[in-house]
C-alpha cells in the first residue's frame, strides 16, 4: 500500500502572490463601521415622524395626567401624592356646596363643566384615563405576548398542529370581537379586570395569524436551517431566532389595537356594560348624559358633558394611530394589517 | 316597564317598578290645584314642581267631538286577558275595553259603576280558623307544592306546607258551603244597572261576575285577589254578593276589583283572551281594539253602544257635574304607538307624531314645562323607591346602624337633583293618596317622623361611633348597594347616597347593577337576604296604606314581592294584620288610622328600609289636547283622562281635522 494514499495535495497555489497584490475591494479593517441595527435605524425614522412624536407627546401627556390626577396610596402608603385634579372623581358637589347644579356649564371654578350627577368634569376626564388607558395597554399586553407564542408554534411545526391552531383562529374570526366581549362582559358583569378578561380572550387571534405568518417565511431562513444543524432546540430557535424576526409588524399592530381596545371598552361603557354606573371611565360617561342628546323643546343640549369624554376618547386613539403609523415606517414592517387600526 | 305581582285591581294592584321618578310609575295620590283645598297637593314642598303645574279650567261648553288620539307609550302590552297580566301598560289597554262594579276617584273614594248600588250587609268577627270544618285535606308536594288543581282560598293558618305532608284548605266548592252556613267575614251587595250590553251585544248580568270571579282562580293575581275574596254569588239576574274571608278593612276597594268577563270570555282558557290567540278581548268598556301590532301599535275606536251614552250620564245618581259634560268619551279613535325609549318618545311628541307621552325622563319634563305649546299633568303617585337593609346580617341587625345610614339619604337632594323636582321626598312612609286611611293626622305624623329622615350628618356619626363602640366595629364598613340598571335616575340617586355614606367616612361603598329580570329574580330570591347587600328597588303603593309597610316588611312576602332582605318581626306582623283584619279597625276608620300612625313610628325606629320619595304620574301634551288631568295610576292615567264623571273629567282634541 503506497503511504501517499488519502492525501490531498494542492499545487499552483502561490500564498505571497495573494497577498501582495493589490486589494479587490475598499474594505479595510481600519474603514469598518459598526452596522446600526434594525431598531435604532427605526427609531432615528421615527423621531423623525413629526405627527408620531404629536401621538407620542399626547400619550405622554394624557397618561401622566391620570397618573398625577388623584394622590395614590398603596396599602395606606401614599407613592404618589400630587393631584391635579382638583376633586375626586366621585365626589357629587351639591352635596356640600348647594350652588353647584346639575349640568352647569364650564366655568372658571369647573373648566371642563359639571356633569349630570353633579360632578367635576375635569377631574373625571384626567382620573378616566386611569381606566382606558390602563385597560388599552393591559389588554394588548396579555393578548400580544399569548398571540406572539401561539402563532409561532402553529406555523413553526407546521401540519397538523398549524391546521388545528389555525381552524380555532378562524372559529374566533367568525365573531366580530366587540359580540364576544359583550357576551363576556353579559355573563361576568362589569368591571376593570372582567374588562381586560373580555377584550384579551378572544383578542389574541388576529395576533397568532400575523405572527404565524411571518414564521412561516422566517423559518426557510438559512439562519434557522443553520441554527437547526447545530442542533439548536425547537423552543430556542422559536425564542432566539424567530419570534425577534416577527415582532416588527406585531409592534404595529400592537400599538394600532391599543386604540381598538380603548374605543371597545368605551362602546361598552357606552352600552351601559363596562364599568359600574358613576366610574369615571369615558365610555361610561357618555353613557351617563345619552339621554340629554334628544332634548325637550327648547331645550339645549349640555354638549360639555359629551363633548370632554368623546374628545379624551378620540385624542388617545388618534394618538396611538398616529404612533402606529409611525412605527409602521419606521421600521418597514409590511402587510402589518392597516385596515386593523384603531376606530375601525 | 313596570312590571310584577299585581293585585286583583287597579285600585289596589302591586307593582315593582322599574323606572324611578316620572318615569313608569303606578300609584295613587292627593290631588293638585283647582279645587283640591289650594295647598297644591305637594305638601307645601318647595322641592316639588307639583306646585308649579295648575290643572286646566275646563268648559265643555267649548267640547269638540271626535277626532283620533296619538299616545306614545312606554312599553308593549303584554296580555290583553286581565288576570294574566300584571303590567301596569297591559293594564292600561285593557281598562278602555274592561270596566269594573265599581270606580274611583283620584282620592280613592268609590262609586258605584257597572253596580248601580252597593251595601256592606254583614261583618262577622271570625278568624280562617273559622273555616276549619269546610276544609279538605290535601297533599304537599317538592318544596311544600299543593297538591290540587282548585284555588286555595284559605290555608288553615296552623298548617304550613313545607313541614307537614298534607295541609288542610278550604277550595271554591266548601267556600260556597261555608257561606250557605253563614260562615264568613263580610258580605257586600252589588245591585247592577239595567241593560248594560258587551261589545258582543250580551247583556250584563249577576252571572258574570261569577264567571269572572271563577276566571280569576288560580290566574296570575289568584293570591292577591284571594288574600280577601272568599267567594261571589248571584241573588238574582241582577244582584251579587261578594263575600270577603274575615273582616277585612280593604274589602270594600279590593272585593270588586275585577274586570268583569262576558260569559263566552270568561270560558278562555287563561291567557287566550288575546289577539294574539284569536280572541279580541270583549268588555263592556267605551272603546273596542280594532287593531293590534305585536310591539308596535294598537288602535281602539269607540264603542256604539256603550252603556253610559245609552243611558245618559245624569241617569248616574251621584253625578253632579255640569249640565254640558258629556254621556261617554268623545274621543272617536285612539291611537297607542309603543315606543320605549324615553328620548324617542320625546322626539316623537315634538314631531307631531303623537299627541300625549308618559314617562318622559325628568330632565326632558322640565323643558317642556318652560315651553308653552306643551302642558304637563302631574300628580302625586303611590310609587316610591326604597332601600331596604340586610336586616338578618351583622352589624345591620343593630337598628342604630340602619338609622344613621338613614340619617345620610338626601332625600331633599334625591328630588331636586336627581329628579328635578318631578318627586316628593319622603318624609313619612306615605305618599297623599293613601294619607285618608293612613294616619289619623298628617301633621302630627310629620311632626313625629320627619327627624328621623332629615339628612343629618352629624346625627349619623354619633348613632355611628356608638355602634361602632358597643360593636367593636372597624370603620368604614365594606357595603353593597344593588339596584336595576337601564333606570337613569334611580342608578344617578343610589350614586348620590352612596357618595353621601362615603363622605362621612364610614363607608366605603359599591354599586352593583342589574339587568331588570335578572335583577328581580335575585332580589325576590329567599337566599338573597344572606348575602348582606343593600337593596333599592321602586315599588307602586295604593290607597290601601298597608301597601306601604306590608309588602316591604310583612314575613308573608320574605321570597316575594318585597321583603327583600327576610324581615321577620312577629310584632310589625300583628300590629300590620290587626290594622286591616281586625274588626275595630274595619268598624272604625280613626282606630284603623290610629293602628297605622303607631305602625309608622314602629318602623321608623326599626328602620329596615328607607323610603326616598314619593313619585309623579305626569303626561305630557300638546297644545290640541283639552282637559287633561292626570290620574295618579300609570294604569288608568289614559282611561280617567278620557272620561270619569266622578271627577267631571273629559279631554277632546282642538283641531281642524279633530
Partial sequence: MSTERGRIRITGFDADRVESRDPLSDWAEHSAVETQSRWRRGWERFKRNRSAMVGVAVVLVLSIAALLARPITVAGFPIQPLALAPHEPSTILYLQDPSVGVYDPPSLSHPMGIDGSGRDLFSRILYGGRYSLSIGFVVVALTASFGTVYGAVSGYYGGWVDEIMMRIVDTIYAFPGLVLALIIVTILGGGYWQLVLAFSLFGWASYGRLVRGEVLSIKENEYVMAAKALGARDWSVILKHIIPNAIPPLLVVASLNIGTVVIGVAALGFLGLGMPPGTAEWGTMLDATRETLIPGPEGRIPWWATVYPGLAIFLFVMAMNMIGDGINDALDAQATGMDDQGGA | ?658
Fill in chain 2, 1 to 658: 316597564m313596570a312590571r310584577h305581582t299585581g293585585r286583583g285591581s287597579r285600585l289596589s294592584r302591586r307593582h315593582l317598578l322599574q323606572g324611578i321618578g316620572a318615569a313608569s310609575v303606578v300609584g295613587l295620590a292627593g290631588c293638585l290645584g283647582g279645587d283640591d283645598g289650594g295647598d297644591g297637593g305637594g305638601g307645601g314642598d318647595s322641592t316639588s314642581k307639583l306646585n308649579e303645574l295648575e290643572e286646566p279650567d275646563v268648559d265643555f261648553a267649548d267640547l269638540q267631538e271626535g277626532g283620533t288620539l296619538r299616545i306614545g307609550t312606554t312599553a308593549n302590552v303584554e296580555s290583553f286577558d286581565p288576570p294574566y297580566s300584571t303590567d301596569a301598560q297591559s293594564t292600561q289597554a285593557q281598562v278602555l275595553v274592561f270596566e269594573q262594579l265599581v270606580t274611583s276617584d283620584r282620592e280613592g273614594n268609590l262609586y258605584p259603576w257597572l253596580a248601580k248600588s252597593y251595601e256592606q250587609r254583614e261583618v262577622q268577627d271570625i278568624d280562617r280558623t273559622a273555616y276549619e270544618e269546610y276544609m279538605t285535606t290535601v297533599g304537599t308536594g317538592e318544596e311544600g307544592a299543593l297538591d290540587t288543581d282548585a284555588q286555595i282560598i284559605v290555608q288553615h293558618p296552623d298548617d304550613n306546607p313545607a313541614e307537614s305532608d298534607e295541609v288542610r284548605v278550604l277550595t271554591p266548592s266548601e267556600a260556597a258551603d261555608a257561606i250557605d252556613d253563614g260562615v264568613f267575614g263580610m258580605q257586600f251587595r252589588y245591585q247592577l244597572r239595567e241593560g248594560i250590553e258587551f261589545h258582543g251585544g250580551e247583556e250584563l248580568t249577576a252571572e258574570n261576575v261569577v264567571r269572572t270571579a271563577e276566571r280569576y282562580e288560580n290566574s296570575d293575581v289568584s293570591a292577591q285577589t284571594f288574600d280577601s275574596l272568599l267567594h261571589a254569588r248571584a241573588v238574582d239576574e241582577y244582584t251579587v254578593d261578594l263575600f270577603a274571608q274575615v273582616p277585612d278593612a280593604e274589602a270594600e276597594r279590593e272585593l270588586p276589583g275585577m274586570y268583569i268577563h262576558s260569559t263566552e270570555q270568561a270560558g278562555l282558557e287563561g291567557g287566550a283572551l288575546d289577539p294574539r290567540q284569536g280572541n279580541d278581548p270583549v268588555g263592556t268598556g267605551p272603546y273596542t281594539l280594532e287593531a293590534f301590532e305585536d310591539g308596535q301599535y294598537y288602535e281602539f275606536s269607540k264603542f256604539g253602544n256603550y252603556w253610559v251614552e245609552g243611558k245618559g250620564v245624569d241617569s248616574i245618581d251621584w253625578f253632579d257635574g255640569p249640565s254640558e259634560f258629556p254621556d261617554g268619551p268623545v274621543i272617536e279613535t285612539i291611537e297607542a304607538e309603543i315606543i320605549e325609549d324615553d328620548a324617542s318618545r320625546s322626539a316623537a311628541l315634538q314631531n307631531d307624531e303623537i299627541d300625549v307621552a308618559s314617562g318622559l325622563e325628568s330632565s326632558t319634563l322640565d323643558e317642556y314645562h318652560d315651553d308653552e305649546g306643551y302642558r304637563i299633568a302631574a300628580i302625586e303617585a303611590g310609587a316610591y323607591d326604597y332601600l331596604q337593609y340586610p336586616v338578618n346580617v351583622e352589624p345591620w341587625n343593630d337598628e342604630r346602624l340602619r338609622q344613621a345610614v338613614n340619617h345620610l339619604v338626601p332625600r331633599e337632594n334625591i328630588v331636586s337633583n336627581v329628579l328635578n323636582g318631578w318627586a316628593r321626598p319622603a318624609w313619612t312612609s306615605i305618599p297623599k293618596l293613601a294619607e285618608k286611611n293612613g294616619t289619623a293626622d298628617v301633621e302630627a305624623l310629620e311632626d313625629e317622623v320627619r327627624p328621623y329622615n332629615e339628612y343629618d350628618t352629624e346625627q349619623a356619626k354619633e348613632l355611628l361611633d356608638e355602634v361602632g363602640d358597643d360593636l367593636g366595629l372597624d370603620y368604614p364598613l365594606e357595603i353593597q348597594i344593588e339596584v336595576n340598571a337601564n333606570a337613569n335616575d334611580r342608578v344617578q340617586m343610589i350614586e348620590l347616597i352612596a357618595e353621601s355614606m362615603e363622605q362621612s367616612e364610614y363607608f366605603e361603598v359599591s354599586i352593583e347593577t342589574y339587568e331588570w329580570n335578572a335583577y328581580t329574580r335575585r332580589v325576590l330570591n329567599p337566599d338573597y337576604q344572606d348575602n348582606g347587600f343593600i337593596a333599592a328597588i321602586g315599588l307602586s303603593g295604593t290607597f290601601n296604606p298597608e301597601s306601604f309597610c306590608n309588602a316591604l316588611h310583612h314575613s308573608d312576602n320574605v321570597g316575594q314581592c318585597c321583603n327583600l332582605n327576610g324581615i321577620n318581626d312577629s310584632e310589625l306582623d300583628t300590629m300590620m294584620d290587626n290594622a286591616r283584619y281586625d274588626i275595630e279597625a274595619v268598624e272604625d276608620e280613626t282606630v284603623r288610622a290610629e293602628r297605622y300612625d303607631e305602625i309608622w313610628t314602629y318602623l321608623a325606629e326599626k328602620r329596615y328600609s328607607s323610603i326616598t320619595h314619593f313619585s309623579l304620574t305626569e303626561a305630557v301634551m300638546n297644545a290640541d289636547v283639552a282637559g287633561f288631568r292626570a290620574d295618579p295610576f300609570t294604569e288608568s292615567l289614559y282611561d280617567f283622562a278620557l272620561y270619569a264623571p266622578q271627577e267631571s273629567q273629559a279631554i277632546w282634541l282642538e283641531r281642524e281635522d279633530g
